[in-house]
């Protein structure tokens, strides 16, 4: 394991606040990952197949996929998350959905693995009553035979229920591709948006994961939040290296509090430019 950083005991942290990681316990709920949270957990236990959430780099959608998951495998749900979806044959894909269910039963074609899976996905569903999710995050960079098996799968239903729910996670630019591919996109039932946080986001968001890490008092005055609002451009990915950076760099100044000119200091050693 990594060594831990100096400042913690500067701070009285029992952990880390302030890292990249996607650690779904330091995911603040904002307005719109609260939706994006309900949204999803509706079209999966409803069995209703579809829900995709868009959001630009850094707005919390991977961590937003783990929270998911973990909660889906506490719900009881068979829950396969796939972290790399950029396959480059749709049987490679298949294959790797079948082991994430411990259901690696391949048959000798891509044809026959598919019934296998088929079959599950029923038995699963009608005699288990289990429900089975798809998770997949940058699914951006799915290719248009995986978007193609993907819809395939979401084909297989009973009368009242789909047999694979699915959740994706994207970067915007996947829009303009579905926008393309109607017959993926028809299929659709939900859809979610993660946007940077406000201002008022971005402190509670701060706050609230230097609680998580067993932090007492937060050392960001009024002044230096904004200060790390202005530089991120409400970025939350560019907010928390900033904070860490911020941490250290009072630290090392032996300075309990983080103000706007400490941030400003430590967002030029960055280079992080003030969006304008
Ligand atoms: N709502 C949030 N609450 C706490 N941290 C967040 C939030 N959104 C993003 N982050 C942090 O920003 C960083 C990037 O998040 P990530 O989930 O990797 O974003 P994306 O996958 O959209 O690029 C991580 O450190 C993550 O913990
Ligand atoms: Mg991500």
Known sequence: ??????????????????????????????????????????????????????????????????????????????????????????????????QEFEYPRFGRSYKASLDRLKEFLYQQTTQEKNTLVLIV??????????????????????????????????????????????????RIVLKASLENLSLTDSREMLEFRWTVAGGKKFPFTSDGLEAIFDYSAGVPRTQVILADNCLLAAFLKKQKQINQSLVAEVAKDQEIELAT
């Not at 973990?70 to 044959?89: K, W």
């Not at 995050?137 to 819809?151: C, G, H, I, N």
């Not at 994207?170 to 829009?175: A, G, I, P, V």
């Open 1 to 98: 394991m990594a060594k831990e950083p100096a400042y913690l005991s500067f701070f009285n942290l029992k952990e880390e606040p302030f890292t990249t990681s996607p650690n779904p316990r330091f995911l603040y709920a904002s307005p719109l990952h609260h939706v994006a949270l309900q949204k999803t957990r509706y079209v999966v236990s409803a069995k209703k197949g579809l829900c995709v959430v868009f959001g630009d780099t850094g707005t919390g959608k991977t961590t937003l996929s783990r929270l998911l998951y973990q909660q889906f495998v506490d719900d009881g749900f068979t829950t396969a998350l796939l972290t790399n979806p950029s396959y480059p044959t749709a049987n490679q894909l298949l294959r790797t959905i079948m």
């Open 137 to 186: 995050d940058e699914a951006q960079t799915l290719k248009p035979a995986m978007l193609e098996f993907l819809r395939q799968l979401l084909n297989y239903e009973t009368n009242e229920q789909k047999l694979l729910q699915m959740v994706l996670f994207s970067q915007n630019e996947l829009r303009v591709r579905l926008r393309r591919a109607k017959n993926f996109s028809n």
